[in-house]
């Protein structure tokens, strides 16, 4: 075994995709890829989809995971209408009424433009078929990267995402387009009406950071520092954000499997302890799920229970930071 592949310190994930949305993985079978490699807190944050935590929660404890209940969802940055991903930690567990249903929306939403997306590439010759996409389309939704896999499978590229996927993703290519997302301050408000914590993703791509002021006066609460996309600057500006703004700090691979962009396993190196724990108390701060009377939580060196979190999770025990 190459010891390298399994760094000690990748023990956290707070930023990674199942099939309901765009990762190549069903739900259980990325907890299965979580328990092999030693990661001990997940949060699976699929793409306007809370599908995903109550087909884990039950692997998750039997694992010996923290698993925190995430969602990501697609909004616009409103100083230029590129797309702005938001996290939502927290939310997943009796999701309300508003949530679900403006999620399905945007799903429905989705689903429906890249449909017509495949009419478009085959008004450009490409010989594909929506019966083709909807295959590997495997948790319902359709993403760009389904259509990249069914042109893949028709010989038109051999990545994913890679040169083509790329080329179709630009402004006027069959694949581009932004339909039916939510307003940050929209995604925020439906955030916090779920006890979740808004955090800022991957603030790198498309220039998201430029609108994180913005953001904190609609209430964001946090900020992804750490990203495969990252260099050391951003990172540092992260991080500088998150001092300045009080921000909570969170990160992950933004793993999706064999739909990954990024070449990295599960598991952020860059992730303490006191980051899931900062985290956790956030949430719990914001929280109007009352999980906390449980017996057996007395140990004031534990961290603030999280809603979905047990508080005599055993993680909340693990010894060992950073
Ligand atoms: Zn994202
Ligand atoms: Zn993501």
Not at 22 to 51: C, F, K, M, T, Y
Not at 56 to 75: F, Q, Y
Not at 115 to 124: D, K, M, N, S, Y
Request: net charge negative; with cysteine; aromatic share 6%.
């Amino acid at each position: 075994m190459i010891a390298a592949q399994f760094p000690e310190r990748k023990l956290i994930d707070l930023h990674t995709h199942s099939a309901l949305s765009d990762g190549s993985a069903a739900p259980e079978d990325l907890l299965a890829q979580a328990r092999r490699l030693g990661i001990r807190w997940l949060a699976v944050a699929d793409h306007d989809s809370v599908g995903s935590y109550p087909r884990c929660d039950g692997i998750a404890a039997e694992a010996g995971i923290g698993l925190i209940p995430a969602v990501e969802i697609t909004s616009v940055n409103p100083m230029d209408g590129a797309p702005l991903h938001i996290l939502g930690y927290g939310v997943g567990p009796n999701s309300s009424e508003a949530l679900e249903s403006e999620l399905a929306g945007v799903r429905q939403a989705r689903t429906d433009w890249y449909r017509r997306g495949v009419q478009r590439l085959r008004a450009e010759g490409y010989q594909v078929t929506w019966t083709e996409v909807l295959k590997h389309a495997t948790g319902g939704d359709v993403h760009r990267v389904h259509v990249m896999h069914a042109l893949a499978v028709a010989g038109y590229t051999t990545r994913f995402k890679g040169y083509l996927y790329h080329e179709m993703s630009k402004p006027g290519a069959p694949l581009y387009g932004h339909v039916g997302y939510l307003n940050p301050d929209r995604a925020i408000d439906l955030i916090h009406q779920n006890s979740g914590v808004a955090v800022l993703a991957h603030p790198a791509i498309a220039g998201a950071i430029a609108a994180c002021d913005l953001l904190v006066e609609m209430g964001i609460d946090g900020i992804e520092a750490f990203h495969p996309s990252h260099t050391p600057l951003v990172v540092e500006q992260a991080l500088a954000l998150a001092r300045g703004h009080r921000l909570v700090v969170t990160g992950g691979s933004d793993y999706h499997g064999l739909y990954s962009e990024y070449d990295t396993t599960l598991g952020c190196p860059e992730l303490t302890l006191e980051n899931v724990e900062d985290l956790l108390a956030r949430i719990h701060a914001i929280g109007r799920i009352d999980v906390t009377a449980s017996p057996g939580n007395g140990d004031p060196d534990l961290p603030a229970a999280a809603p979905a979190v047990s508080p005599d999770h055993p993680l909340l025990r693990l010894p060992s930071r950073g």
